[in-house]
């Protein structure tokens, strides 16, 4: 079931650069998207989300873009900063089924490099 | 910052054995969730509970799986009869429809099974 993809499994970046982190779907019944941040051994961490009635959603450093035609989200980081070296995961929902079923990506791994 | 809280952080079970993973979701919540990450693989959907019942379960939540809001605070997974392919980090979540199908994680327990 590769309903969510996140082709890239790790991406590198240098301290105050923008990291893109990329997520692609196939369900077009997906209706709300999320990213989180994870560390090791630890839960997901809530970092940001958008409607498919948007294109953007801007918090902060993190902004994610939604083209629902190419049916491909990504978040920017800007600028990226040590801390932020985690894995983050793309997740969707069907926000009709109601029952906040979320499916996640593969997770990409970012390092960011001081 | 209002957080969901798991018990155990790590527990280790010999197979046949059987386990209950406790939860206390964020106060004012109304749906609750299981999830778990085999290590190495995606996070994966378990099942959500809304209004003492389940809504829906992946398939697989089988039989030896079971959820329980034994009161006003708590949510518990339980497996009956561990297996060996049931070790993985278990994440409680929970979410209020309000916020926008927004879904927030614990930090997991980290069940192994020997």
């Known amino acids: 079931d590769q309903q969510v993809k996140q082709n890239s499994p790790s991406l590198s970046v240098q301290e105050g650069r923008i990291s893109i982190l990329n997520c692609d779907y196939t369900?077009?019944?997906?209706?709300?998207f999320l990213w989180y941040k994870k560390y090791p051994a630890e839960g997901p961490t809530f970092l940001i989300s958008?409607?498919?009635?948007?294109d953007k959603n801007e918090d902060g450093r993190f902004t994610v873009f939604l083209n629902k035609s190419a049916k491909h989200l990504s978040l920017h980081i800007v600028p990226s900063q040590p801390g932020d070296s985690a894995v983050y995961f793309c997740?969707?929902?069907?926000?009709?089924?109601?029952?906040?079923?979320?499916?996640f990506g593969q997770g990409t791994t970012l390092q960011v490099k001081p | 910052e209002p957080e969901v809280t798991q018990t155990p952080s790590h527990q280790v079970t010999q197979m046949g054995q059987e386990v209950i993973l406790r939860c206390v979701p964020i106060?004012?919540?109304?749906?609750f969730y299981w999830y778990r990450q085999i290590l190495g693989q995606k996070v994966e959907f378990l099942v959500s509970?809304?209004?003492?019942?389940?809504?829906?379960k992946s398939e697989i939540f089988d039989d030896q799986f079971s959820v329980e809001r034994p009161d006003g605070s708590n949510f518990t997974l339980k497996i009956r009869s561990t297996k060996l392919e049931d070790s993985a980090m278990y994440f409680c979540?929970?979410?209020?429809?309000?916020?926008?199908?927004?879904?927030?994680f614990g930090e997991g327990s980290w069940l192994t099974v020997v």
């Open positions: 979540a929970s979410s209020d429809r309000g916020s926008g199908n927004t879904i927030y």
């Open positions: 369900n077009s019944m997906f209706d709300y």
């Open positions: 958008i409607s498919s009635i948007k």
């Open positions: 997740a969707a929902i069907a926000g009709s089924s109601n029952t906040g079923k979320l499916i």
């Open positions: 106060s004012n919540h109304l749906y």
């Open positions: 509970f809304y209004n003492n019942e389940i809504s829906e």
